[in-house]
């Protein structure tokens, strides 16, 4: 998963909050909010990928292309 390649631990949780990344201390999160439908979550995943350099990493064409759409909407 990409996210693993990144070093980021993909967390799910309920609440009234739309989900992004961050860090505490030295380990990286991505929160995603399990209330949310399953496209809402993978545009969230796709923004927070958005902001990192992928240019050295592997990623399926499908992916890459959510990414750099979001890059376009930022």
Known sequence: ?????LGYK???GRGS???DSC????DKYIVLNKN???EQKIKRLAQVFSKIDL????????IRDLVEQ???DI
């Not at 860090?23 to 030295?26: G, H, P, T, V």
């Open 70 to 72: 979001e890059k376009l």
């Open 23 to 26: 860090s505490i201390n030295k």
């Open 1 to 5: 998963m990409l996210s693993q390649q």
């Open 55 to 62: 240019s050295n990493i592997y990623v399926n064409p499908t």
């Open 17 to 19: 909050f739309a989900g």
């Open 10 to 12: 993909v967390i799910h």
């Open 36 to 38: 949310k439908p399953i």
